[in-house]
């Protein structure tokens, strides 16, 4: 476990406190840990609404974040914040992808699906390559968010709560986002599949 009980340092220069840390000083890592560590936990106890997991997440977060500065600095030292929140998120995120997957109750149109004799090779070739074709398109929308909920959405099938969470949208808003990301993935597949044919 990190230690985050020694005093800060006294007057904190995000650049001088990297340096320190690409340089091996424990000390530094102590400092960045106290200087962001409140902030983060708190973020994630809001998003996540159960302490013990974010308390889990806000660890790996410093374990990832001073992992990759000891090895290779940040092209700017100014958005250490961002990329501590940005690598807390992301393992947010991985976290519900992996309760997802380790979800094993039997789907009955799978099953179904599994076993049908009419489900031959070329209509799983049909599905498979538009599966394919609908990531393509989420990848190439413009913006972020909507990315982003279409992923957890489609892809990896979250449940409402767990989007939620992880994108800090309340039940209304995500209501809205996720209309508003599905008519943009709706046009620009009708877009595709004009070019196509």
């Not at 394919?132 to 398109?137: G, K, P, T």
């Amino acid at each position: 476990m990190l230690n985050i009980s020694t005093p800060n340092l006294s007057d904190f220069d995000i650049e001088s406190v990297l340096n320190a840390i690409a340089a091996g000083e424990p000390t530094a890592e102590t400092a960045l840990v106290r200087q962001y560590s409140r902030g983060l936990l708190l973020m994630l106890t809001q998003r996540c609404g159960d302490v013990e997991l974010a308390s889990d997440i806000h660890q790996d977060t410093f374990m990832v974040v001073l992992t990759r500065l000891r090895k290779q600095p940040l092209d700017n030292p100014k958005q250490v914040k961002a990329f501590i929140h940005t690598t807390a998120i992301n393992l947010f995120i991985n976290h519900y992808r992996k309760e997802k997957r380790r979800n094993t109750w039997a789907d009955g149109d799978a099953i179904d699906t599994a076993v049908d004799p009419a489900q031959d090779q070329v209509t799983r070739l049909e599905k498979k390559d538009t599966a394919a074709m609908v990531h393509a398109v989420i990848n190439e929308l413009p913006g972020e968010r909507d990315r982003e909920i279409l992923w957890l959405y489609f892809i990896d099938e979250l449940e409402k709560p767990g989007i939620c969470a992880c994108l800090d949208l309340s039940t209304e808003h995500f209501d809205r986002v996720l209309y508003r990301a599905k008519q943009r993935l709706r046009q620009k597949l009708e877009f595709q599949l004009r070019d196509f044919r």
